[in-house]
């Protein structure tokens, strides 16, 4: 089994910046992706970025691009998500996801307990 632990949410302004950690622990981990989704109230839940456990693959959703960075550091197996001028609509629960293998937009297996994220303008 697959434990993942967010950390880092919180309350900022438009304009500020809030980095999010997700630690996955509870087995061997070789080849496999992270990624971070997110679901605004009344909205479907969304994908945000992802990262292959080398750290050599990104991808994001355009909405992010240019603002968010995704990085891993594979020893640790723990991904982060750097967020700067972040804006009203990025308000949402936060969810880190684990995958085996590196199809970095294909389902994911193992999802965190999210962590909330509320921009105020």
């Known amino acids: 089994q697959v434990q993942l632990v967010e950390s880092g949410g919180g309350l900022v302004q438009a304009g500020g910046t809030l980095r999010l950690s997700c630690a996955a622990s509870?087995?061997?981990?070789?080849?496999?992706?992270m990624g971070w989704f997110r679901q605004a109230p009344g909205k479907e839940r969304e994908f945000v970025a992802a990262?292959?456990?080398?750290?050599?693959?990104?991808y994001y959703a355009d909405s992010v691009k240019g603002r968010f960075t995704i990085s891993g550091v594979n020893a640790k197996n723990t991904v982060y998500l750097q967020m700067n001028n972040l804006k009203p609509e990025d308000t949402a629960v936060y969810y880190c996801?684990?995958?085996?293998?590196?199809?970095?937009?294909?389902?994911?297996?193992?999802w965190g307990q999210g962590t909330q994220v509320t921009v105020s303008s």
């Open positions: 509870g087995r061997t981990f070789s080849r496999y992706a």
């Open positions: 996801a684990l995958r085996f293998g590196y199809a970095l937009r294909d389902p994911y297996d193992y």
């Open positions: 990262i292959t456990s080398t750290g050599s693959t990104t």
